[in-house]
């Protein structure tokens, strides 16, 4: 069975610095993977999603992911974040026929 | 374009009432979902419904029952509630199934179960 792992529960960072949220999954077929966003009070929104092709991939806010496939991860990067980027952020897996599966979310909380 | 809408958003039980969680959606997709999401937990599928008149069980399915009698409706309901149910309810849709398509999230649904 499929699992994801998102390795940080919370994440504090200041405006403007550079953020890391990590996610490993463990699959030994190819896998679909995903990151949505929460903000407070509202259901989630995709944010980005790897199938197949260029294992970097982008939002259009500013967000890039990662598939690294010999270390199982798909970490979400910006290099810069704004308050408005404080929400729970999920990161998501499935592979062909399978159901998605959802890691437990990490909270980004950015401050001023 | 309302997107996708769940109501009520809050309700409060009492141990053993009934009630039932409404999602419609405007955008004619035929995958439709119940999720839930407590702390530290992530989002667990309860059921959902790949097209009108059709149900199957997701990861957490026990204490909950769901009906898809329109394509733009999809029903969950909770016979006896306990405790161990409170938590947010999230109703999704997706034109494609979602191992390849994006899901749309309803608000949620607070329910609290004394």
């Known amino acids: 069975a499929q699992s994801v792992t998102q390795l940080d529960s919370q994440v504090p960072v200041f405006e403007e610095a550079p953020v890391e949220l990590r996610c490993n999954y463990s699959?030994?077929?190819?896998?679909?993977l995903f990151w949505y966003v929460q903000y407070p009070n509202q259901g989630l929104q995709l944010l980005l999603k790897?199938?197949?092709?260029?294992?970097l991939v982008e939002s259009i806010n500013g967000f890039e992911a990662e598939f690294n496939k010999s270390q199982t991860s798909f970490h979400l990067r910006k290099p810069s974040v704004h308050i408005s980027d404080t929400a729970e952020y999920f990161c998501?897996?499935?592979?062909?026929?399978?159901?998605?599966?959802f890691g437990q979310g990490t909270e980004l909380s950015v401050k001023p | 374009n309302a997107g996708v809408t769940q109501t009520p958003k809050f309700r409060v039980l009492k141990t053993g009432q009934s009630m039932t969680l409404l999602c419609a959606q405007d955008?004619?997709?035929?995958?439709m979902y119940w999720y839930r999401q407590d702390p530290g937990m992530g989002l667990r599928l309860i059921h959902y419904?790949?097209?009108?008149?059709?149900?199957a069980k997701g990861e957490v399915p026990d204490g909950y029952n769901v009906s898809r009698l329109k394509k733009q409706n999809f029903l969950l309901g909770l016979e006896s509630a306990a405790p161990s149910q409170t938590s947010v309810y999230f109703c999704?849709?997706?034109?494609?199934?979602?191992?390849?398509?994006?899901?749309?999230f309803g608000e949620g649904s607070r329910l609290t179960v004394l």
């Open positions: 419904s790949v097209g009108e008149g059709t149900t």
């Open positions: 999704a849709s997706s034109y494609l199934a979602e191992n390849t398509g994006e899901l749309f």
């Open positions: 699959s030994s077929v190819s896998v679909y």
């Open positions: 790897y199938l197949s092709g260029s294992t």
């Open positions: 955008m004619n997709h035929e995958y």
């Open positions: 998501a897996v499935t592979n062909q026929g399978g159901k998605l599966i």
